[in-house]
């Protein structure tokens, strides 16, 4: 891949040659630019990205599993302070890892241009002649057959069908054929390399100009509408995405059902939705979809995914006024397996103004819900995801939920620090099945109504997807030309045998221009074709 | 659907003798390779088919092969008779066949059993990584005069099909949601049998440096290397083998990613299985790009593709009983 140089002009005599700075600064670019656009840096820099991406497969990943990464970081003290530092729990995105790539790139691109034209000048040119002494070649083969040598160019003209030839009249009645096929190698081999810089650069675009958020929607009707980053419980942006101007729809959950084995294993999950995009929103109008595991949604340019699912219990406070408060609130699974879920159901006190007195009457109902219920000595487990006979294990919590203490609080669970102030104490300890309830010292009551199953969707977003698939076809059509198809070349040399004129002497040699592997028997096959008399099938 | 809990026996029966019929091929060739006259004449010449059938040319015709790089001992020798060992060789191969119709048996009862493609966890997967070797195996002993060194081949697979039926063996169930898919049948089955043809050269490449050495200095593993084919005959295995799997990992990872975008949310998110698979990737790309490059060829092309098998591994067992990913899907309780 380097070019030849002109040999140097003949040196000044009046002064001794030094080069000037820009020359230097010049040299200096062409040789950096020669060595990383050589064969042995891109091998390195495969090395080394391979290398790189390793940790990423063995240490937790931020964006993967930020409480994971958080948790191992804690857990190694210096050493997990260090290897974060280092950007070792972003490895994709880290400064090192990008630069081996981009790097990669550059050497990538400096390597395909001078080979596209030198393709260019192959695709266009005659094959080679015939060398002088073809016994030199790695295969060679001679014999005297009994045809004239107009017979056995025929002949050649014949078999070498769909290979580029050129022939030529070598003077004293000695003819040659010259041969080559296999160009589709070069071609796939370029395709190749030309795809995966696309797949790169589009897949790089596609990481700045995504986004992906996840939303839990009850399964009663509720909707959910991709109007801003409010809308999401999770919201995870590109670079380039600020969360407005998102894609317009909605989706509204109206059912979800999942089915199981004997055993409790999942079979099928499936939500049965609405949605509304484009002109639908202006007529109101809902269209109706299956989603499914493996079948997202696809509209307005963005995709909907059925994550999972998961159980709302719903409590019924009756405060000793007779007012009452109806809350269905998503709890999560703590076991996939069994569904057995955890969660926090909060109540603010209904009537009261003055804050300080609300904090004091707050009330929260944490614990455990088991879609299928099994008392173990008075501990709460659930045999199955299904909902057979639910039942929660609650705690009643009164007092100071520290809603108003500025801190984000998970919908999952309660502030443990209030329950450690004493600011939130526990006022009942209860199993309770569907239709149950408990009542507390100062008469509230606490009952548990029914269950809502709710849907966990994603919605994600990646304008460059699209282009990455074509660049990824490309690269693999490629790849299978540039691998599967041999590049090679075959001569003929046909001479009128000595004496009494009658047969031709042919000589015939083959060279693989690739690796020399499988070639041998292709070349034995025509050889033997031209050598003997008569067809041979 | 149901389970056919008959013919899912039936599988793990034919499972457990085709391993057994291998160990017994397994010594059968360890045999041949010991003793075997044959085994000896292939090591000195390395072209030794390719001659055979330009031998068989017409009258009157000379034939020049350039060994490709081989400084070996190139002096063909004298033909000798079909000796014991070779017999045995014979018989061991008849063996393997015997062994690789039980092997696909296995599979396709398997597949009948649970009603989907058998390759839903670990244990169905890597009974189909290995049926795929011991079947490239089979092919390249056709092609390539190597049947000697099957017991370095079956060593390897019998060990993993051992400790498959053993410790990662799953008893027949449906799949869940997430594979319910035409695509399990395409990404799973291309990475399975792109991983079974990279044993082949990942053992041929082992034996290579094996051979290199002896090469060098014949000193080296003298008594073992002496009987092994000359390197060039090795990396032409490893070469052809490796070319063949790697379009088809590529295929595997790509439709893995068409996959993940239906079933996941996104075509790629460097879930361990998913970097694994990259870096496996890219040490066979610089496996490739090795073999244009000066200085690369033979010994350390062939440490880089040990290097790739190693990571192919790496991804099956480590990736999947250690680490937790998406691709949490082995089924091993
Ligand atoms: C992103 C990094 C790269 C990857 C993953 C990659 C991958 C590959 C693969 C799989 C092949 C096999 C095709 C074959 O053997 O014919 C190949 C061939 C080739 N690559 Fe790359 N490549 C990369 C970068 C480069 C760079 C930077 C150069 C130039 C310095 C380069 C030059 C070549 C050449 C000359 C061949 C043909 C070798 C041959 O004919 O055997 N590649 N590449």
Redesign the pocket.
């Known amino acids: 891949?380097t070019a030849t140089e002109a040999p140097p002009k003949s040196p000044e005599p009046q002064k001794p040659y030094r080069a000037g700075p820009v020359r230097q600064a010049l040299a200096f670019v062409r040789n950096t630019w020669r060595g990383l656009?050589?064969?042995r840096?891109?091998l390195i820099?495969?090395f080394l990205?391979a290398l790189a991406a390793m940790p990423g497969a063995l240490l937790p990943q931020r964006v993967l599993n930020a409480t994971k990464t958080d948790q191992y970081i804690t857990s190694h003290g210096w050493w997990g302070t260090l290897l974060d530092r280092l950007q070792f729990f972003e490895v994709y995105s880290s400064v090192w890892f990008s630069a081996i790539y981009l790097l990669?790139?550059v050497?990538?691109v400096?390597?395909?241009t001078p080979?596209t034209g030198e393709y260019l000048r192959a695709i266009r040119a005659k094959p080679v002649l015939t060398p002088r002494n073809l016994s030199r070649m790695p295969h060679f083969r001679e014999g005297t057959v009994g045809q004239s040598t107009e017979e056995m160019l025929e002949k050649a003209r014949k078999r070498l069908r769909g290979w580029r030839i050129a022939e030529r009249d070598e003077g004293d009645g000695v003819r040659s054929v010259s041969a080559e096929k296999g160009y589709l190698?070069e071609t796939g081999?370029l395709v190749?390399?030309f795809g995966?810089l696309g797949l790169?650069v589009a897949f790089a675009l596609g990481k700045m100009y995504s986004y992906e958020g996840q939303v839990i929607v009850q399964a009663d009707g509720s909707q959910f509408c991709n109007s801003g980053v409010f809308a999401y419980d999770t919201f995870n942006p590109g670079l380039r995405v600020d969360g407005t101007r998102l894609d317009p729809f909605c989706v509204k959950v109206n059912d979800f059902n999942a089915t199981y084995t004997a055993v409790g294993q999942p079979l099928h999950y499936r939500a049965d939705i609405q949605y509304q995009s484009g002109a639908d929103l202006e007529t109101g109008s809902w269209r109706p979809y299956q989603l499914e595991v493996n079948e997202p949604l696809r509209t307005a340019g963005d995709r909907v995914y059925l994550l999972g699912y998961g159980y709302s219990p719903r409590f019924t406070v009756t405060y000793p006024d007779g007012t009452t408060r109806t809350q269905t609130t998503q709890w999560r699974a703590s076991n996939q397996a069994t569904m057995l879920s955890e969660g926090a159901t909060k109540f603010d006190p209904p009537g009261v103004t003055d804050a300080a007195e609300r904090r004091t009457r707050q009330l929260a109902i944490t614990g455990l819900f088991a879609p299928s219920s099994l008392l173990h000595g008075g501990i709460l487990t659930s045999t199955g995801p299904g909902l057979v006979n639910p039942m929660v294990a609650i705690d009643v919590m009164r007092g100071d939920l520290g809603l108003d203490s500025g801190r984000a609080q998970s919908i999952f669970s309660i502030d443990q620090s209030m329950v450690k102030d004493g600011r939130l104490k526990r006022v009942a300890r209860k199993n309770l099945a569907v239709g149950e309830s408990v009542t507390l010292d100062d008469g509230t009551k606490v009952s548990f109504d029914g269950v809502q199953k709710y849907a966990s969707l994603q919605v994600s977003h990646d304008p460059t997807q699209d282009y990455v698939l074509v660049f990824a076809i490309a690269m693999l059509l490629g790849?299978g030309a540039?691998?599967l198809v041999k590049r090679r070349r075959v001569w003929l040399r046909v001479r009128p045998a000595d004496g009494d004129g009658k047969g031709t002497v042919v000589q015939v040699a083959g060279l693989a221009r690739?690796?020399q592997a499988g070639y041998g028997e292709e070349f034995t096959r025509m050889a033997d074709e031209f050598l003997t008399e008569g067809k041979r099938k | 659907m149901p389970i056919n809990e008959t013919l899912s026996r039936y599988s793990d029966w034919s499972y457990t003798t085709a391993t057994a019929i291998y160990v017994l091929a397994l010594l059968f060739f360890l045999i041949e390779q010991s003793f075997g006259v044959k085994s000896r004449r292939a090591a000195a010449s390395a072209g030794a088919r390719a001659r055979e059938l330009v031998g068989a040319g017409g009258p009157g015709t000379t034939e020049v092969t350039a060994g490709t790089g081989t400084d070996a001992p190139a002096v063909t020798p004298p033909a000798l008779p079909t000796g014991r060992a070779e017999r045995i060789g014979r018989m061991g191969a008849a063996l393997t066949v015997l062994g690789v119709l039980l092997h696909l048996t296995a599979l396709v009862l398997r597949g009948f059993a649970t009603d989907r493609a058998p390759w839903g966890n670990m244990y169905e997967y890597i009974m189909l990584a290995t049926f795929i070797g011991m079947a490239t195996w089979l092919l390249v002993i056709k092609k390539f005069p190597v049947r000697h060194l099957s017991g370095f081949m079956m060593l390897p697979i019998v060990i993993l099909m051992f400790i498959n039926g053993t410790l990662l063996y799953a008893t027949a169930a449906p799949v869940q949601p997430a594979l319910q898919s035409y695509w399990l049948v395409i990404h799973v089955s291309a990475a399975a049998i792109s991983s079974g043809i990279f044993l082949v050269p990942g053992v041929a490449s082992i034996l290579y440096l094996i051979r290199q050495s002896h090469e060098q200095n014949p000193a080296r593993f003298a008594k073992f290397a002496g009987r092994l084919p000359a390197a060039d005959v090795l990396d032409r295995v490893a070469y052809r083998t490796t070319?063949l799997a790697?379009p088809l990992f590529t295929f595997g990872v790509l439709c893995g990613a068409v996959w993940a975008e239906s079933a996941w949310g996104r075509f790629w998110g460097w879930d361990p299985k998913e970097t694994t698979a990259f870096v496996a990737?890219?040490i066979?790309?610089a496996y490739?790009?090795s073999?244009?490059t000066a200085g690369w060829r033979g010994g350390r092309a062939a440490v880089i593709n040990i290097f790739g098998f190693a990571a192919t591994v790496f991804n099956l067992f480590f990736i999947n009983l250690v680490t937790a990913g998406l691709h949490s899907y082995a089924g091993v309780g």
Do not use: E, K, P, Q
């Open positions: 891949m656009t050589s064969m840096t891109a820099l495969l990205l990669l790139l050497s990538l400096g390597c395909l080979r190698r081999n190749f390399h995966m790169i790849l540039s691998l690739t690796d | 070319v790697f990737w890219v066979y790309a490739l790009h073999r244009a």
